[in-house]
């Protein structure tokens, strides 16, 4: 059982599963095109113009998201040097440090068993090792969330001096804030509140340490924004107006957000807490509990509830706020991750607790989810060796996007591209989809003829299956390098880069982000003044960058050197454009191409 492994050797079995799955995939691959590549860029415009005020992309000012992240990634830089790897470092960590978090928060909270599920939770789902493939802050919002609550809980229920725990949850809940702006706050103050609501324990409001602990949340998230506000004419209604309230109504400028169905939207949770979320019934019957629990004494007292009642009743608004919240707003699939440790949090503790009740009920259904995990490690192993099998007479020719459909509807899907796959491109991933058939036959299988006889062998076992799975899918991942990056290009132009020498991007800068990471030039960007970018465009200090049809017809006839990226479904209408006897491709890949002007 869990709880006979020892606090030591659960931190070292987390900390080396930890490590292994998010330090070992932050070498590679290149980074990707849109957010990855342009957040890379942001912060290493920091270190280049040491401005930690004002964010800019490309010599233009960024200013729709919150620094934090940021400011860690350049601090990356400065420590390690530009790389992949300094990029994703800091992110890596706070993987790692959500993962001690919800540790520490199950095994103060239920024990060291539910301690131990909760971490391996973590470091092992889905969806939060995803969401952490692209530099955005998610995770860290998730990790002080977590921290927050976890503080607040022990505060409250005098585990943690309050002078300790109160202003800690005022400071986490301040990093929250910037990291991901108001919703740093929203999530937390709305959540406690309402559990101070039910409970009756704002009538404890007076021990809470509301004046020094709002002094401590003014004293670390102020700063930013009032010199932000200061440095840059517009920026309390860009920030605070377009990009919280009119980007949650679906009325940001400029519109660049596609919205996920709402039902694909709660239902792919259990996606994302995959292969966890098998054992989601195990987590309900605490909801029912605390909800007739909350019946009878709604508005009573707090000191009439339970430790354990109160502490799922605050998990449980936590997770379910959060789902409500963006419900109502312009969803994407990412948007919900700050709930991601509460319901990993809720689902540890359905299988602890199904461990130590051992009834009819915990047993039935601890069996049923080894038993459909076991089922779906078959059949995805029958399906990859199906798609191998098929594929065995296909060369591979190292550039995946020739042997991919192209289905864009479902690009506002993270895994959309998925739906591009054929048979045919299988004969790119035979390494990745071998290893992950076989891994998921024999660790998903292994788990559920464990679970009769070793439950922490078999958990433990489950979470070795998801690390090896993930290697796989990392793996996939660099195969799929030409399609999602454009790194290759920019290292195709550096081979040919002579003084005086100019790089376009046909389009937004994000299309063509990573192109302007590794480059050493600043890109100019044709007919790509939108989205991110098309804000910071407007200031005086905006270097002339954005081009017309008019502009690049004279700079492509011109003396210099033109390097122009674009995708090649675009290039019927650059001809159009460009005299045609003055067009040489120079390269293509991954259904992108670099065109010139000169032979």
């Given amino acids: 059982m869990a709880d006979r492994l020892s606090r030591n050797r659960q931190i070292l079995l987390l900390l ?28 290493k415009e ?78 092992t789902s889905v969806g939060i090792y995803l969401f952490t493939r692209i530099l955005i802050p998610e995770v860290l919002l998730a990790l002080f969330l977590t921290l927050a609550f976890y503080f607040f809980l022990r505060a409250y229920l005098g585990e943690l001096n309050p002078n300790l725990g109160y202003p800690a949850f005022f400071a986490c809940v301040a990093l929250a ?42 004293a670390l998230a102020a700063p930013w924004h009032i010199l932000a506000g200061l440095r840059n004419e517009g920026f309390f209604w860009f920030y605070f107006v377009n990009e919280h309230f009119l980007r949650y109504l679906g009325k940001r400028y400029p519109p660049d957000y596609d919205t996920v169905p709402l039902i694909a939207f709660w239902g792919l949770h259990l996606v994302w807490m995959f292969p966890w979320s098998f054992f989601l019934p195990l987590a309900l019957p605490d909801l029912a509990r605390t909800l007739r629990a909350l019946s009878p004494r709604l508005w ?81 192993c029958s399906v990859l060796a199906a798609a191998l099998w098929a594929s065995r007479s296909v060369t591979p020719t190292g550039d995946i996007t020739s042997l991919l459909t192209e289905n864009p509807d479902l690009y506002r899907l993270s895994m959309g591209h998925l739906f591009d796959l054929t048979t045919a491109a299988f004969a790119e991933l035979r390494f990745p989809a071998a290893t992950a058939a076989v891994v998921l036959l024999a660790g998903l299988v292994g788990a559920a003829l464990l679970d009769r006889f070793r439950p922490l062998a078999a958990r433990f076992l489950l979470a070795l299956t998801m690390a090896c799975f993930i290697y796989a899918a990392h793996n996939a991942l660099g195969v799929f390098t030409p399609l999602f990056s454009s790194k290759k290009l920019a290292q195709e132009i550096q081979a040919r880069w002579e003084p005086g020498d100019l790089v376009v991007i046909n389009g937004e800068y994000q299309g063509g982000s990573s192109l302007g990471f590794y480059i050493d030039q600043r890109p100019l960007l044709l007919n790509g003044r939108m989205t991110g970018l098309e804000f910071g465009s407007h200031f005086p200090d905006a270097p002339p960058i954005f081009l017309e049809d008019a502009d690049i017809r004279e700079l492509w006839s011109g003396p210099q050197r033109l390097f122009l990226f674009t995708y090649e479904d675009q290039i019927e209408d650059l001809q159009r454009i460009l005299p045609a006897e003055l067009i040489h491709p120079l390269v293509s890949y991954g259904r992108k191409a670099i065109l010139t002007n000169r032979p």
Avoid: C
């Fill in 300 to 380: 009573s007292a707090g000191e009439n509830w339970g430790r354990e009642q109160q502490v799922s009743l605050l998990v449980w608004i936590w997770f379910l706020l959060v789902l409500a919240f963006f419900s109502f707003s312009t969803r994407q699939e990412y948007y919900t991750y700050p709930a991601f440790p509460a319901l990993i949090l809720l689902l540890a503790r359905g299988l602890g607790r199904g461990e130590e009740r051992n009834n009819a009920f915990d047993r039935r259904w601890l069996r049923l989810g080894h038993i459909g995990l076991a089922a779906v490690g078959v059949l995805a």
């Fill in 177 to 218: 804030v910037l990291t991901k702006g108001l919703i740093g706050m929203i999530f937390p103050f709305a959540a406690v509140g309402l559990f101070l609501l039910l409970t009756g324990g704002w009538r404890r409001w007076r021990q809470m340490r509301l004046l020094s602990g709002s002094l401590l949340f003014l």
């Fill in 46 to 123: 920091i270190i280049e113009r040491n401005d930690w005020v004002t964010l800019h992309i490309n010599g233009i000012r960024y200013l729709e998201k919150a620094p934090l992240m940021y400011w860690m990634v350049a601090v990356s830089y400065r420590l390690l040097g530009v790389s992949e790897f300094s990029t994703r470092l800091p992110l890596a960590l706070a993987s790692i440090g959500l993962a001690f978090a919800a540790w520490g928060f199950a095994r103060w909270a239920w024990g060291s068993r539910t301690g131990f599920y909760a971490g391996i939770g973590v470091l």
């Fill in 16 to 43: 080396g599963l930890g490590i292994a799955i998010y330090a070992g995939s932050a070498f590679s691959p290149a980074l990707q095109d849109d957010a990855d590549a342009a957040h890379a860029e942001a912060a």
